[in-house]
Structure formats: structure tokens, C-alpha cells
């Protein structure tokens, strides 16, 4: 497979706004999310006054237990949910904030250069990989169909996918499925990508595609929040790991850091569930 670039023949990725931050080094902070909360309802509280800084060039992975608020974080800065308080600034600028009454305000101008991609693809069934890619730059960002189309060909090829163009999602693997909605979130020149559980729905062949697709990113330096539940690949693709459980940060840290030397007893409980310890 040929390197995958993010921004072919198109602008690159302009660094983080310096700012402070809670988090060790805070010097480019890209994402500052601080006292934010989320609930269902009284029983249910997905994000807990939550705090979290992220660096222009980080590549985050966020572990823990299933309903610790991961996934929920994600969806909160993609815009597809609310917060009820707390605030969230992205590449410098007020993002999000708070709302009881409505639960969700946010700069929709910043939400576009957020990308996300989901476990279960959620590519539009009755349009071709072609038409799935171009759509979205052709509403929102006003682009010419010709310049999309090339895009999206230049994408495809470098996935060694350029067959599929003029197929439909019904008509591609899992693998193939996820490689084209990480381009076709890519088609919007994100500055920030999101992957949430991307390869748990995928058997052990193809979740190398789509690992080996997310490592090319991780090579150019995309900034990156990653939710896995996958140990090893966290291990390898991550700067930054975070480990979340009940809505709350917990501890994070560099990838040999958490995994080998877990300072607080609520990881190391998880992390011996999960991996064996030396």
C-alpha cells in the first residue's frame, strides 16, 4: 500500500494555538476540555466534570471499562451531543459550552475540521464509494465536483482501493468498508481525527488494514483521539494514553508509563484484566 497522505494537493494542518492547560506540558495544546459533565439522567453520568488537554501533535488513545465515558467524549466533541456545563476550546478558540436547557453550543465553523470514524462505518448504503466520498466537501466546504472527484481518486488509490470507486458499501469487506469512511472523513482536510472502536467489528486480517491505515496518519503527524480497546495496537500508535473510568480522567501518560508502571490502583485493576504484567 502506498503512503496515505491526509491533505493531497491541498493545504496541510496548521499547529495548535499555545495556551494553558491541567496536563504536564501544555505548550501547543490543540483541545482543552475542562469541568465537563454529561448525564442521562441522575443515575447515568457519562462525563464527570472531565479535564483534558491534548498537544497539536498528539496521538491520543483513551482506554478503560466499557461506560466510562469514552465513546461519549468523542461524540461530544464531534457535536453530536451535549454537555450540561463545563467548556471545551479547540485550536485556541471557545468550541463548546454547557447548556442545561439545550445540552449542546458549539462553533459549528470548528466542528468541520473534526473528522470522525465510527465502529460501524456508517457509510450511506444506497451511494457508491465514489458519490459516499464527494458528497460531504461538495456541501460543505462548496467544492467543485471535479476537484472532489480527484481527491477522492487520489485517496482510493493510495488505499489500494481505486477499484471500488463505482461500487456500493454492500459490495466491500469490513476492512474495505472502514478504510473508505477514514477517507472519506480525511476528504474534509480534518486537523483532528477521531476513531472510535474502528476495528472491533472487524476479524484479525482486516483490522491490519485499517491499523496500518492509521499508522500512515500517525506518521505525517495527525493529530489523533483514539478509543480501542485494543492493548498492543494502543501501545504502538499512542503518544499520549488516558485511562477513564466513570466519567473521570484517572491517570495518563506515555504508552510505557501506563502500561508497565500504572500509578493509580483503579488502572493497574483494569490493566490486569486487560494485559498481563511483567
Do not use: W
Not at 470522525?116 to 462505518?121: G, I, N, T
Not at 488494514?209 to 505525517?220: F, G, H, I, S
Not at 485511562?243 to 510505557?256: A, H, L, M, S, Y
Amino acid at each position: 500500500m502506498n503512503a496515505l497522505n491526509a491533505t493531497p494537493s491541498h493545504a496541510g494542518h496548521p499547529s495548535g494555538a499555545e495556551q494553558d492547560g491541567a496536563s504536564p506540558d501544555t505548550a501547543g495544546v490543540m483541545l482543552k476540555v475542562r469541568d465537563a459533565s454529561k448525564a442521562y439522567n441522575s443515575r447515568t453520568v457519562v462525563m464527570d466534570h472531565m479535564n483534558l488537554d491534548m498537544q497539536a501533535d498528539d496521538r491520543l488513545v483513551i482506554i478503560g471499562p466499557s461506560g466510562s465515558g469514552k465513546s461519549t467524549l468523542l461524540r461530544v466533541l464531534m457535536g453530536l451531543e451535549g454537555i450540561q456545563s463545563g467548556t471545551i476550546e479547540f485550536q485556541g478558540q471557545p468550541y463548546i459550552k454547557g447548556n442545561q436547557t439545550r445540552g449542546r453550543t458549539l462553533n459549528e465553523s470548528l466542528r468541520r475540521q473534526i473528522g470522525m470514524v465510527f465502529q460501524h462505518y456508517t457509510l450511506f448504503p444506497h451511494l457508491s464509494v465514489l458519490s459516499n466520498l464527494i458528497l460531504s466537501p461538495m456541501k460543505v466546504h462548496g467544492m467543485r465536483r471535479a476537484q472532489a472527484v480527484e481527491k477522492a481518486r487520489e485517496f482510493m488509490a493510495r488505499l489500494g482501493l481505486e477499484d471500488k470507486l463505482e461500487s456500493y458499501p454492500s459490495q466491500l469487506s469490513g476492512g474495505q468498508k472502514q478504510r473508505v469512511a477514514i477517507a472519506r472523513a480525511l476528504m474534509l482536510s480534518p486537523r483532528l481525527m477521531l476513531f472510535d472502536e474502528v476495528t472491533s467489528a472487524l476479524d484479525p486480517e482486516m483490522i491490519v488494514e485499517v491499523q496500518n491505515v492509521m499508522r500512515q496518519l500517525a506518521e505525517q503527524k495527525m493529530a489523533m483521539i483514539i478509543v480501542t480497546h485494543d492493548m498492543q495496537f494502543a501501545r504502538r500508535i499512542a503518544t499520549r494514553v488516558v485511562f477513564c473510568t466513570d466519567g473521570k480522567v484517572v491517570e495518563q501518560g506515555p504508552p510505557e508509563e501506563i502500561f508497565c508502571h500504572p500509578k493509580e490502583p483503579r488502572t493497574r485493576e483494569f490493566l490486569e484484566k486487560v494485559i498481563h504484567f511483567d
